[in-house]
């Protein structure tokens, strides 16, 4: 008489390994996301260095600040709106409506990690600089 099938030790082995695999690939899975959010806030810094501060710089020296966006836009809510007017913040990079770009550095939380949007000003000779680290 043949049978088909399988038999108990062959079903709980295969639940043994299953098991041992999810536990071996699911830590990796977890910071997926906070990792993603991150590396979008820094493409989002390079994206500022290469499109958004060469333009505010010139604009800057052709009214004659040489160079620094503070003076060219008074208050820091004047460079996020010309942020915003040639990009979009991504949302990952903007933790509250009171985020600032401006001189200084910006506290930005994504998941458990505390990571640091900081800028330096332009001046007659170079444009201005946003970095990103973590914390």
Not at 14 to 24: E, K, R, Y
Request: hydrophobic content about 40%; aromatic content about 8%; glycine content about 8%.
């Amino acid at each position: 008489m043949k049978r088909a099938g399988f038999t108990m030790i062959e079903l709980i082995f295969v639940i043994v390994i299953l098991g041992i695999l999810s536990a071996v690939a699911l830590p990796k899975f977890l910071g997926v996301s906070e990792q993603a959010q991150a590396g979008k806030c820094q493409a989002f810094v390079g994206t500022l260095n290469r499109t958004v501060g060469p333009a505010m710089w010139s604009n800057s020296i052709m009214q004659g600040d040489e160079g620094k966006l503070l003076t060219t836009f008074t208050d820091a809510p004047g460079v996020r709106a010309e942020i915003q007017r040639q990009i979009d913040i991504p949302a990952e990079c903007d933790n509250d409506a009171n985020t600032t770009y401006s001189v200084g550095s910006v506290e930005i939380t994504i998941g458990e990690q505390i990571y640091d949007a900081n800028f330096t000003d332009g001046n007659a000779t170079s444009a201005p600089v946003w970095t990103w680290t973590q914390q």
